[in-house]
């Protein structure tokens, strides 16, 4: 069997501060379970320390967890999950450069339904467009479920409509502000960005091969970069107070597994019909459309049954809008 990576030992060392949070372990049994030397051990102490786990050192007798640390680890996060298939596998790193790219990995090395790759920190999120997503270490819930649909490819678009559903329904429950989606990806608070979608498919004609959905959740950033401030904001800064990623990430994957379950059984009319309901930019919201071959204005006209945005334009037409990016004009 291969060695465990560093990723999964220090899963492993976070687990066993955990399981004895009330009392102080010593160094010599942590590095004995851990089957590494004590100088090894300080080495992973400090790198959990540097991403925000408080551990006390006890000079003589130990460590001991000052709290509980929201590390969205295997263990915890299996120990909370309903047994449903999304996060049927758990793959965790400190440090990736994107979820998508693990996720992709995953997939073409055979991942099941429902797998998932979760990060503390990303070191090249993607977005939408060619955007960067912007992934603050343990600030944000970053992470990418591989799903394996029986859709047809001309079904996918509403895929990202189905994850929007979820995320904006669990975030105003969970922090009691209202939530708005923005065609076709973007949950925003108080009229800016505070979790983003991204849908990356691999189809032959006819069929579906695998799907990654990606997600970004600014939940307890204390700041957001100059550049990206006008436009986005976090949980933290709109309610004034912090979250549990791990209650968050546990609510946002259950919410998606049974709309998921709902959509397969009933057909995508269940995500489009409460989409609508929550956004105010699906009907009525006068809007410009950016895509690569210009700028379109209009008022924005409903959802066609497969999750396309129509606009009317101001001579009177109608357009279906497949892709781009919706602003208020
Ligand atoms: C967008 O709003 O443009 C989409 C943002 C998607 C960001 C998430 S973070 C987890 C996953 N990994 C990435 O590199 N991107 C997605």
Redesign the pocket.
Known sequence: MSEPTLDRRLDRLIDLLAENATVVVSGTRLAAELRVPQSTLWGWIDRLRSIGVEVRGLPGSGYQLAKMPDVLTPQAIRHRLHRGQFGCRIHHHYKID???NEAARLAAAGAPHGALAVAEE?T??????G?S?F?ERTAGI???LVLRPSLSPAAAPVLTLWAGVALAEVLSETSGLPMDLRWP??VLVNGK?CA???VEMTAEPEKISHVLV???INANHSEIPRELAAEATSLRLEAGRSFSRLELLIAVLERMESYYNRFQEQGAGIVVRRFCEISSYAQGKRVKVTDGSGVVSGVTAGLTPEGVLLLRRDDGRTEKILSGQVRPE
């Open positions: 994107s979820t998508m990303q090249a999120g993607r977005g939408r467009l955007r997503w992934s970053y992470f990418t990806n973007d960005k983003g979608i991204l990606g997600l970004g």
